[in-house]
Every structure is written in C-alpha cells, then in structure tokens.
C-alpha cells in the first residue's frame, strides 16, 4: 500500500455521453489493454456465477450419494460425515443443466469455466492479502514515527484514536447487495487492467463544440457512483461535490431528476459549474436538474427528501498527505482541525441519514485508510442517531459480493463491519477508498 501510494495513481476514462465520442472512442479502445468495465463487470459476473452453479451441483452430488451410502449400509444419513463424500469431477453439461436463469447470451463454456478458475485464484491471493490485513490497526501501524511529539501533543491527539471503539456491537440488520445494477444508458467507463502502466492523456476540447470527450476519475470514485444505484427519476444530492467528478458522472448518466451539488467553499462550487460547462451542452438540462449550493453539510437535514446521497466527507486524504508539503493536513497548525475530523464527518452522514426518503441509500466514503474516520464514522454516526431519539430504521448494505466481479481490477480490503474498501497496490493503484452504504428501511 505505501508503494502504491508513492506512486502515480491510476484513473478512469469516463465518457462523455452528451456529445460523439466515436473517434475518441476508438483511440482509447486502440491502447493494446485498454478495457470496459460495464463488460468486463458482465463478463466476469457470469464466470462468478459459474463458479457457483459448480459448488451447487456438487453439493447436491455429495448429498445424493451420501444417502445412498447410508442406505446401502444401513445407517443414519447423519453419520455419514459429509466432508468424507467423494464425487467425480462435475462436467460441462452438469453446470450448463443447473443453471436458473437464463443469462442474455449465455455462457461459452471453456472461456467461462477458465474464467471461473481464475476468479477462484484471484479468491485466493485475497485471502491471503485479507489475512495480513486488520481493521483494528491504529494509524502508527501504517507508518513508522520519525519524529517524537511533545506530551502535551500527545495528550490532544488522543481525542482523535479514542473516537472509534472497535469492539462496540451496533444492532442493526446487515443486507448483501449481490450485484451492481450496470445499466447500459450510463456512461461508458475505460481503465487499465491490473499491472498495466498504460494511462490516459487529459482530455481536451472537441474543435466544433468545445466540451471534453471524457472525464478522468480515480477508479475508486467510480465504485461509488456505481453502488449508489441511482435509477431513472432520482432525486440525488452530493453533500461534499467539489472537485465535482461523482456529480458529473451522475450527471452524465441522464437519471437523475434533481442533483444538488454542495460545498462550503465558493471557490470549489465554481470549479464544479465549470466542469458543468465543459462536458454538458444542455443549458436546460442543467438548469432543471443542477442546483448548486453553499451550505454547511453538516446542517443540510431535508426530512424525506432524498432518493440517493453521495457523502464523500473530507478526510485525512492520505495520498495526498504523502503527495504534498505545502499545508499539510498533519502541519502542527492543522493539529486541532485533523482531530475534529471524526465528529464533523460524523455530524455530516447523520445529516444526510435524516434526509433520506423511505427506501433512499447514503454513500459515504472517504479517502483515507485510518479505521476511525471509515467504520468509526459510521458507527457512532447510527449510534447518536439512536441516542437521539430518530425514529429512522436503517440497514447496512453489504456490498461485498456486488464487487466481486471487478476483483481483478480492484485491491480491496473487506474486514470491516460497515463497509468495504479499495485499497491502494502498485499494481492496482487506485483509492484508498472506503465505501460504506447505507439504506432506510421507513
């Protein structure tokens, strides 16, 4: 992860669906690697579900052939140890039989079944990353001290490490999200698969009308749009816009009714309309659908107003802590501002919480690896909300299958309570990203 970090990072080409990408679309698809990640999402999801139907058929062998062992010994069914039973290898036809659905194009079964085999590697290699990995480190684990602190420091930063308990149980229902719902009339989204160097080149403007082909975003920001689930009519808000990438995407998508983009600095809202102005031609569309608006986020609570909420709160970012010296978040003068970070972005999501509509979702996500501004948010966000008396039921999607698909784009860490998270690798060098969501039940 710290070679990532001090690394460049990777990016997704996000395509402009406003205006004729075909020229473009053929010089990014020209690069030898380059790849769709609606289709490899696809592609993979059918391998995954191959893999499946495989574990289901023998299972199902197992169990046949463990009553007939019972049978013609003359024992319980329940003596039988079911580990003990062997079956033959389950062939092609035996998998193509169970399946329950029928799948638009159906499977071609050596490229699946060699596809299947692979995820289950790649299922592997996780694991072992998975079991290096704990959600309970503190933040001195990630990078050894080179300076000793004053005791009187030392004494301020506790405030910060004592926001998150761990080993609190929040009792609330937890749901799977087994896919992401990659609707074609969103915008069409290129990256580079794991262990490529290739990149993009910044975009610029098409001669006639001015506006950019496509848009360059972290591949970890890109999950969180896809898992926010926006459908037709939505009416969406992104609390924490700028520097306006998630809202165009949004925007682009052509789905939701109304996108309030929010943000406390003047100077970012007006970064943000001018991405607008660059990648949308529709000045009705964007009058319509686009409000702009300088707000405290933390204060921004709109009882049953919202379908879907963007929360990417600011945090200690730590790509960028590395990356830059000039106003550091972790510059002594910034001491008091990085500690209150836990209870601003904690005071931020149960604003939005309160804002949902019945059956609305809440993204919240951060950029940074530290379990106290990710899971510790999160839970002590759902905590107050009790502690305050909100009627509001709420539900932990789990997201965990639903990105299994992009596992071989993506590095993740998925031993949280509440979320998962991309993590950086200089292989697969997007995020750090945390991704928690969060659903009203009424």
């Given at each position: 992860?710290?070679?990532?970090?001090?690394?460049?990072?990777?990016?997704?080409?996000?395509?402009?669906?406003?205006?004729?990408?075909?020229?473009?679309?053929?010089?990014?698809?020209?690069?030898?690697?380059?790849?769709?990640?609606?289709?490899?999402?696809?592609?993979?999801?059918?391998?995954?579900?191959?893999?499946?139907?495989?574990?289901?058929?023998?299972?199902?062998?197992?169990?046949?052939?463990?009553?007939?062992?019972?049978?013609?010994?003359?024992?319980?069914?329940?003596?039988?140890?079911?580990?003990?039973?062997?079956?033959?290898?389950?062939?092609?036809?035996?998998?193509?039989?169970?399946q329950t659905s029928n799948d638009e194009g159906g499977f071609s079964t050596a490229e699946d079944l060699q596809e299947m085999f692979s995820d289950r590697r790649m299922d592997e290699d996780e694991k072992y990353f998975i079991n290096q990995a704990s959600t309970q480190l503190s933040l001195d684990d990630y990078m050894p001290a080179t300076e000793i602190i004053r005791h009187e420091d030392a004494s301020e930063e506790m405030s910060y490490y004592e926001a998150y308990e761990p080993?609190?149980?929040?009792?609330?229902?937890?749901?799977?999200?087994?896919?992401?719902?990659?609707?074609?009339?969103?915008?069409?989204?290129?990256?580079?698969?794991?262990?490529?160097?290739?990149?993009?080149?910044?975009?610029?403007?098409?001669?006639?009308?001015?506006?950019?082909?496509?848009?360059?975003?972290?591949?970890?920001?890109?999950?969180?749009?896809?898992?926010?689930?926006?459908?037709?009519?939505?009416?969406?808000?992104?609390?924490?816009?700028?520097?306006?990438?998630?809202?165009?995407?949004?925007?682009?998508?052509?789905?939701?009714?109304?996108?309030?983009?929010?943000?406390?600095?003047?100077?970012?809202?007006?970064?943000?309309?001018?991405?607008?102005?660059?990648?949308?031609?529709?000045?009705?569309?964007?009058?319509?659908?686009?409000?702009?608006?300088?707000?405290?986020?933390?204060?921004?609570?709109?009882?049953?107003?919202?379908?879907?909420?963007?929360?990417?709160?600011?945090?200690?970012?730590?790509?960028?802590?590395?990356?830059?010296?000039?106003?550091?978040?972790?510059?002594?003068?910034?001491?008091?501002?990085?500690?209150?970070?836990?209870?601003?972005?904690?005071?931020?999501?149960?604003?939005?919480?309160?804002?949902?509509?019945?059956?609305?979702?809440?993204?919240?996500?951060?950029?940074?690896?530290?379990?106290?501004?990710?899971?510790?948010?999160?839970?002590?966000?759902?905590?107050?909300?009790?502690?305050?008396?909100?009627?509001?039921?709420?539900?932990?999607?789990?997201?965990?299958?639903?990105?299994?698909?992009?596992?071989?784009?993506?590095?993740?860490?998925?031993?949280?309570?509440?979320?998962?998270?991309?993590?950086?690798?200089?292989?697969?060098?997007?995020?750090?990203?945390?991704?928690?969501?969060?659903?009203?039940?009424?």
């Amino acid at each position: 992860m710290r070679l990532g970090l001090l690394s460049p990072k990777k990016h997704c080409a996000v395509m402009n669906t406003f205006v004729d990408t075909g020229g473009i679309l053929e010089g990014l698809t020209d690069e030898p690697d380059a790849i769709e990640m609606q289709r490899y999402y696809k592609k993979h999801l059918r391998s995954y579900t191959m893999w499946q139907l495989r574990q289901q058929v023998i299972a199902n062998k197992k169990a046949r052939k463990r009553e007939l062992l019972a049978q013609s010994e003359g024992v319980p069914v329940e003596s039988i140890e079911i580990n003990s039973v062997e079956v033959s290898d389950v062939s092609d036809s035996e998998i193509i039989g169970a399946q329950t659905s029928n799948d638009e194009g159906g499977f071609s079964t050596a490229e699946d079944l060699q596809e299947m085999f692979s995820d289950r590697r790649m299922d592997e290699d996780e694991k072992y990353f998975i079991n290096q990995a704990s959600t309970q480190l503190s933040l001195d684990d990630y990078m050894p001290a080179t300076e000793i602190i004053r005791h009187e420091d030392a004494s301020e930063e506790m405030s910060y490490y004592e926001a998150y308990e761990p080993d609190v149980e929040l009792s609330i229902e937890h749901k799977d999200e087994l896919t992401l719902e990659m609707n074609e009339m969103g915008p069409m989204i290129y990256t580079f698969p794991r262990g490529s160097w290739s990149k993009f080149n910044s975009p610029t403007a098409l001669p006639k009308l001015q506006l950019f082909p496509y848009y360059l975003l972290d591949g970890a920001s890109v999950l969180t749009v896809m898992a926010l689930g926006v459908q037709l009519n939505d009416v969406c808000a992104d609390y924490c816009a700028a520097p306006g990438g998630k809202s165009l995407a949004l925007m682009m998508s052509m789905k939701p009714r109304h996108l309030l983009c929010n943000d406390t600095s003047i100077s970012r809202l007006k970064r943000i309309s001018r991405v607008m102005d660059q990648y949308i031609p529709d000045i009705n569309y964007r009058k319509s659908t686009l409000k702009l608006s300088n707000e405290n986020a933390a204060k921004m609570v709109y009882p049953d107003t919202f379908d879907k909420i963007i929360v990417d709160v600011p945090c200690i970012n730590d790509r960028n802590a590395i990356e830059t010296l000039d106003n550091n978040i972790f510059k002594t003068s910034r001491t008091e501002e990085r500690i209150g970070l836990p209870k601003l972005q904690c005071n931020i999501l149960k604003a939005a919480l309160r804002s949902l509509k019945p059956k609305g979702s809440v993204i919240y996500s951060t950029c940074t690896l530290s379990p106290i501004e990710n899971d510790g948010v999160v839970q002590n966000a759902l905590i107050q909300l009790q502690e305050e008396g909100c009627e509001l039921k709420f539900v932990i999607i789990n997201l965990k299958e639903a990105f299994r698909p992009f596992r071989g784009l993506y590095k993740f860490n998925t031993k949280f309570k509440y979320g998962q998270q991309v993590v950086p690798n200089v292989c697969s060098n997007f995020g750090p990203m945390y991704i928690s969501k969060i659903t009203r039940l009424k």
